[in-house]
C-alpha cells in the first residue's frame, strides 16, 4: 500500500531564506503529485500539480521536482516570506485505483520575520 | 466564487444524534471525495465518488453514507455520532481517472465536535 513520508515534520527558518521540502513515496506506480498548503483552520488550497512524465512545475516562487523511479519529489520556495507560514502537504495519485489520493504527514513551515 | 464549498463549516453535536455535512462543486468535474482529517492532521480518505457512482469506500462505520443527487453533490450523512467522529471532514473534487489533469480542489472543511 502506497505510504507518503514529508521530512522535516516542522522547520523554522528567516524571512528571505530560500528552503526546500521534502516528500517521498514507496509506490512509484503514480500518475500524478500535487502539492499543497493548508493555513490553520482552513482548507487545502493547490499549489502543484506534476504529472508523472514530467520532472519539475514552477509557480512563483514555488519549484516541486519529481523523480519518479526513486519515489521523492521537493517543494523549493524562493526568498520565503512571512505568508508562506503553514503546513505543507504533498498527495500522490496511484495509477491503479486513481480516484484516490494518499496523503503525506505534512511540514509545518514558520518563517521568521 | 467558492470552487468546492461545504456546510456548516463548524457542527456540533451530542453524541447519538444523526447529521448531514454538504458539498457543492461548480467546476464542471465528475469525481468528488469525502476526506478525514484526524487530530494529528493526517488526510485519510473515506469515499470518492465518480459520475453520481461510488467508486471507494474505505473502511470507514456504516453510519457514514454519502450521497450524490448529481455529479456537483456529494453529501455526507452519519448517524449515531459517537465521539471518536470528531475531526475536520473535506471535500474535494477533480476531474475522473484518465483525464489530464486530475487536481484535486478541496473544501473550507467541517470542523466536527460530539459531545
Known amino acids: 500500500k502506497q505510504e507518503v513520508t514529508q521530512i522535516p515534520a516542522a522547520l523554522s527558518v528567516p524571512e528571505g531564506e530560500n528552503l526546500v521540502l521534502n516528500c517521498s513515496f514507496t509506490d512509484s506506480a503514480i500518475y500524478n503529485l500535487q502539492w499543497f498548503r493548508q493555513d490553520p483552520g482552513k482548507g487545502l488550497t493547490s499549489l502543484l500539480l506534476?504529472?508523472?512524465?514530467?520532472r519539475e512545475q514552477t509557480s512563483g516562487r514555488l519549484n516541486a521536482s519529481l523523480d519518479k523511479s526513486s519515489g521523492r519529489s521537493t517543494l523549493y520556495i524562493a526568498a520565503s516570506q512571512p505568508g508562506d507560514s503553514a503546513t505543507y502537504l504533498c498527495a500522490v495519485r496511484p495509477e491503479t485505483g486513481a480516484n484516490n489520493l494518499f496523503f503525506g504527514t505534512g511540514t509545518r513551515l514558520t518563517v521568521i520575520p | 466564487d467558492t470552487a468546492v464549498s461545504q456546510t456548516p463549516k463548524y457542527l456540533v453535536t451530542q453524541m447519538g444524534n444523526d447529521k448531514s455535512i454538504k458539498c457543492e462543486q461548480n467546476l464542471g468535474h465528475d469525481t468528488m471525495y469525502w476526506y478525514k482529517q484526524d487530530s494529528k492532521k493526517f488526510l485519510k480518505i473515506m469515499f470518492s465518488y465518480n459520475n453520481k457512482e461510488l467508486i471507494i469506500n474505505e473502511t470507514v462505520p456504516n453510519r457514514f453514507s454519502p450521497k450524490s443527487p448529481d455529479k456537483a453533490h456529494l453529501n455526507l450523512h452519519i448517524n449515531s455520532l459517537e465521539l471518536g467522529d470528531s475531526a475536520v471532514y473535506f471535500c474535494a473534487s477533480s476531474q475522473g481517472a484518465g483525464n489530464m489533469n486530475t487536481e484535486a480542489f478541496f473544501g473550507q472543511g467541517t470542523r466536527l465536535t460530539v459531545v
Open positions: 506534476i504529472q508523472s512524465s514530467q
